[in-house]
């Protein structure tokens, strides 16, 4: 899986203990999933998009990229990346039926400026205001740029998907972005059974996890960025019921998705060589 030429190495279908350990812990990490010159090509889309003034980019108080939301509408090579056998064909396996696009995030973490995302399950979000009926739906990142212990990494609380949806309050004033978020009590109990998960890795290190999985991510005060691509996957039967945030945060086009060749990158990663 970490050779450039041999893209029939990649991981398309999950082995069983890969999905043994994902019902189990709620995540599963897979390193070297995208070659360097993918992630690369890629990385070099994102400056792209955060450069744009559109309102689907969110900023951070400081000015700087938060998110990009649906870049696949607006960029060719996110497009191509939404549509990934390396990522959609897991999905499909685990949710054993065909997946659309519930939102698509490009992720900063702006070196010394990346604020914090507070201890959250994504599907609290997507019922409360989208009414997604089920947490049959998942989240699948691509980690564009090394994703260390200093610059800002993902925390999960493991097991804590077998939890359930918890109760949560509405941050609008902690960060840049509104969320429901998790009380200190809560997010202490479930740490206290299950401990702190921080899965670090190299570019092009690809992980799923649940959306009642407990996460979050401290702040980047370090001097090196993080990037980090977010599909949210729902099965189709699943689609939401509500209309309330915009459309471009809550997708409202539930085709499911057809996975391209797992080549659909190549020239991307040519360009930006």
């Known amino acids: 899986m970490t050779s450039d030429s041999d893209p029939e190495s990649h991981i398309m279908k999950l082995d069983q203990e890969q999905i043994e350990h994902f019902h189990s812990e709620g995540y599963l990490f897979i390193p070297d999933c995208f070659s360097a010159t993918e992630t690369s090509g890629l990385l070099e889309e994102s400056y792209k998009v955060y450069a744009m003034d559109r309102e689907e980019v969110v900023r951070e108080n400081s000015g700087v990229a938060r998110t990009a939301f649906a870049a696949h509408t607006y960029n060719e090579g996110f497009r191509l990346l939404g549509a990934h056998p390396r990522l959609i064909k897991p999905v499909m396996q685990l949710l054993d039926e065909d997946v659309y696009m519930h939102q698509y995030k490009v992720n900063a973490k702006a070196a010394f400026d990346g604020e914090v995302w507070q201890w959250h399950q994504d599907f609290g979000t997507w019922h409360r205001d989208d009414e997604m009926p089920e947490p049959r739906a998942m989240n699948i990142a691509i980690y564009l740029d090394d994703v260390t212990a200093a610059n800002g990494p993902l925390l999960f609380i493991p097991r804590s998907h077998k939890d359930g949806t918890l109760p949560a309050g509405h941050d609008i004033e902690t960060t840049s972005y509104p969320l429901w978020t998790l009380d200190r009590e809560t997010v202490t ?85």
């Open 189 to 273: 109990r479930l740490a206290e059974q299950g401990g702190i998960a921080t899965p670090v890795g190299k570019a092009g290190s690809v992980v799923m996890f649940h959306c009642n999985l407990v996460h979050a991510s401290p702040p980047n005060i370090s001097p090196f960025g993080r990037t980090i691509v977010y599909l949210s996957l729902c099965a189709v039967s699943n689609h939401i019921r509500r209309y309330k945030r915009a459309e471009f945060i809550a997708h409202r086009d539930f085709t499911p998705i057809a996975p391209l060749a797992d080549n659909c990158l190549s020239d991307l990663g040519a360009e930006a060589a």
